[in-house]
């Protein structure tokens, strides 16, 4: 099975509702942080692309017909070559409300590496660090105008695409 969607938008900006939605239309299962999050055995391919490691795109989405959120928005341009015929659709927000929303969930996450409760979950808190906030953000997440900055560009990119 290959992708036949490809979401590249960051998350929190609608990614999980986007991924039930996509489920609901029968574009499902789609692959979201929560799939990493919900079945361990996952990590390591994306640990993998956190150390800048090739893997195998058919492995990792095996069983998926979509791929929304982080990680796999990292890679979008990378899969949307592997999957041609994949439709890219991209969640967008607000940028301020946007990066509210991270504030709240993704920086208390991935500061916190090392800190929650189970191996698993600090696991995936350094692969975020190493895959979202340090390649995708320069490791300045926490610079509101940085970040924001680097969603617009982001979001442009995708656009243009």
Same mark, same amino acid.
């Given at each position: 099975m290959s992708l036949d969607i490809i979401g590249p938008g960051f998350g929190r900006t609608g990614t999980y509702s986007f991924k039930i939605a996509l489920e609901h239309l029968g574009f499902g299962p789609a692959h979201h942080m929560y799939e990493v999050r919900?079945?361990?055995? #996952? #990590?390591?391919?994306?640990?993998?692309?956190?150390?800048?490691?090739? !893997?195998d795109w058919d492995k990792v989405f095996?069983?998926?017909?979509? +791929?929304?959120?982080?990680? *796999?928005?990292? !890679?979008w341009s990378e899969l949307a070559e592997r999957y041609p015929a994949a439709?890219? $659709?991209l969640t967008v927000r607000d940028p301020d409300e946007w990066y509210d929303s991270v504030e709240k969930t993704i920086l208390p996450f991935t500061n916190g590496r090392g800190k929650h409760e *189970?191996?698993?979950?600090?696991? $995936?808190?350094?692969?975020? +660090? +190493?895959? !979202?906030?340090? +390649?995708?953000?320069? *490791?300045?997440l926490d610079d509101r105008q940085h970040a924001i900055a680097v969603f617009r560009a982001h979001i442009d990119t995708v656009q243009e695409s």
């Open positions: 919900d079945n361990p055995h #996952l #990590l390591a391919d994306w640990e993998a692309v956190a150390r800048g490691d090739k !893997v095996a069983g998926y017909r979509a +791929q929304v959120d982080w990680p *796999g928005a990292r !890679v439709k890219v $659709i *189970g191996e698993h979950r600090n696991a $995936i808190a350094e692969m975020a +660090q +190493q895959l !979202v906030v340090e +390649q995708v953000f320069d *490791g300045r």
